[in-house]
């Protein structure tokens, strides 16, 4: 067994919970030999050697001791310098900064193969459920049709307090920062771009192809209001804030972060709380259906755990699917059943139904109910943020596949 | 990439899902080339060029074109000489055969070892849900406390349509015949030896340590009567035929087979008809539920996919844990709590409670609820079979870890 000699970056609630974890796995013969914090001195919840810490990034990078790198920050340009220049100089890295992945993970893979060097990042997409290490290395075959999940614990936390037990909106979002599910600054989480990051990591490891989070249409829970669960309730179906990549054909797949109304047949109709539940839809298996803590201090850090052990084993993604000679491309001319319920803005003058099922109108509020294309959602996106709207996905069928 | 020549052995259910998913996923650059059955000559379902069928088993392993074997045959002898001929000669394997694989695995794991050649098996446990591959590679580490599930479909089958749908034991077993679930000999899987076997090898990979399946209490559901199914009604539980491997302490873990009454709050209450739910538990990331399709032609055919897809990465299980410093042993020297309803013969004068929490004495039946010791109930266990006697455990904390 090699040792592996940690340099850690970041000492939040998920680097103090990667601290105690590995102090606590005796047969990981992992250890952290130094610490970058920004500020070294800053009094902490648990008590760590002080010469552990450092506020000089090269302190770590230049140590011929260090052997493997974790990055757990939160500023995703810092994270991403960091985990560039380890790359570049040969030293592997962890990381669960999905952010910076997203935004950066083709140059990423490019630097990993140049310089024959690993880049881990299981803790990035649901902490503790191993989603990205299946799809690289189990459903790592052709017969991958879906990948749809509650990615982001703290709007579905929001969402079960504001649907299961009939508070407010903004009462949910204020437990939710308090239990610490959510940040101060909680529109990461509750707009959906969490939930995005997450799903552009995901679809790299699911087929193969990388798209661009800028491309993707996300709408997130902020403008829900009481109709919207009202409506919901009287059609027997949870609001959920949904992550989907969906192979619609042979040739193309898409993709979109969206609330959706979820049916209780359906696999993630039971995720509540702080959950994440992804489902995995294959060719021959059918639905597959994972279910776990996915955020939080120690789930996360357990999953930043295995990443370190896999090391042990110099194990790294192979990014087989980038390779594959028939891949699926990303479409966005899709069509999506969806609910849009609107106040003084007329939605009808900004979006293009192609169809309309349902339309109610009242004193209080209205919603339309018909089939759009993706493609038009995106091109709206900018007329439709800020507004007094809300907009959900009616699950349809996908040319023959039932979503 | 490397192509790959697959010599397979066995052409019933498994078998020919195998030859469909094989020449669906293009991506995976393997081929069979040959295919060894009892008779060369029987009809099939599937149209398959007979130039490719043998019955001579050498034709496979002394081919040289072959650099992978795929054994899915009924015979665990049979499958146990082939198996062990090929790792001997360094073929690599991937097997679905539990019952050989629990009686033979450290021999197995021995000669993998001498020879550097690979035994794959995922298939072998819980079909598409990829629970060893994830055990030996992911949750590699000390923080796994449990691994607990309903590891067989047929069985689970039955008591869904019983306990569910009131249907009667005899109706619902003939019903998982005829589609398929259940063999024609019923009793592997409801006598609770499917699972069992299952048990043992993830015992292997969550653990790290091989225990004989004869030294592990197993029991079944097929005297399960009318009145349990009242009593767990009464008491607002399922009956679910669970699979389980617990560490008690630092030092020790157990494990047993046996119908459990399932309360609705646990993951595993929510795993009805064919499907297997697997909970896996540990320090830091609480517990994560996997849940699918686990047996059936072609979800087993697909999880024998992915093993034949690791090879093309040489791929093995390393058997980390068996290495590890610190392995807690298997006690049975723990107390249960189980419910035991008989007629005629009385449990008082075989089993030795060490505490009767209930006693219920009618004219129907009688049962008692009390506190056993597991070593008590592996001693008894042949004065227990083929007895009118039901056997229930009731989950209660191991020293102080909830299950």
Do not use: W
């Not at 893979?109 to 299981?122: F, G, M, S």
Request: charged share 25%; with cysteine; aromatic share 10%.
């Amino acid at each position: 067994m090699k040792n592996i000699k940690i340099g850690l970056f970041g000492f939040g609630v998920v680097g103090q919970g990667i601290y105690q974890v590995v102090s606590k796995a005796k047969n990981a013969h992992a250890e952290i030999v130094k610490i970058c914090v920004r500020n070294p001195r800053k009094a902490r919840k648990i008590e760590v050697d002080e010469s552990l810490f450092t506020s000089d990034v090269d302190e770590i990078l230049s140590n011929p001791e260090v052997n493997l790198i974790v990055e757990v920050i939160n500023d995703a340009e810092a994270a991403y310098n960091i985990v560039k220049t380890a790359l570049l100089k040969g030293i592997p890295v962890v990381s669960g900064s999905k952010t910076m992945l997203a935004r950066h993970l083709p140059e990423l893979i490019e630097i990993q193969k140049q310089n024959n060097v690993a880049l881990l990042y299981d803790a990035s997409s649901c902490g503790s459920i191993p989603v990205i290490r299946n799809l690289e290395e189990y459903y790592d075959n052709d017969l991958l049709l879906e990948v749809k999940g509650i990615l982001n614990g703290s709007s579905n936390y929001i969402l079960s307090r504001v649907f299961d037990h009939k508070e407010n909106y903004d009462d949910a979002l204020a437990q939710a920062q308090a239990l610490g599910f959510a940040e101060s600054d909680p529109s990461f989480d509750i707009e959906g771009y969490d939930s995005l990051f997450k799903l552009v990591i995901i679809t790299v490891h699911a087929l193969g192809t990388y798209v661009s989070p800028d491309d993707i249409f996300t709408y997130g829970i902020s403008t829900i209001h009481d109709s919207d669960i009202r409506y919901a309730r009287e059609k027997g179906v949870k609001i959920k804030l949904v992550a989907q990549v969906v192979k619609v054909s042979d040739e193309h797949f898409t993709m979109f972060v969206m609330p959706e109304f979820v049916s209780p047949s359906k696999y993630i109709y039971s995720v509540d709380d702080e959950y994440n539940g992804v489902v995995i839809r294959g060719e021959c298996y059918d639905r597959q259906f994972m279910f776990g803590k996915g955020a939080g201090s120690l789930p996360t850090a357990a999953s930043i755990l295995s990443d370190i052990m896999a090391r042990q084993h110099d194990y790294r993604y192979e990014y087989k699917k980038l390779r594959f000679l028939e891949k699926p491309t990303y479409t966005t001319d899709i069509r999506l059943k969806i609910y849009v319920r609107f106040a003084e803005t007329n939605v009808l003058h900004i979006l293009n139904f192609e169809h309309i099922c349902e339309e109610y109108i009242s004193e209080e509020s209205n919603y339309v109910v018909g089939e759009i294309m993706l493609s038009d959602l995106i091109a709206k996106r900018r007329q439709l943020a800020a507004k007094d709207i809300f907009l959900a996905n009616i699950p349809i069928f996908f040319l023959n596949q039932d979503n």
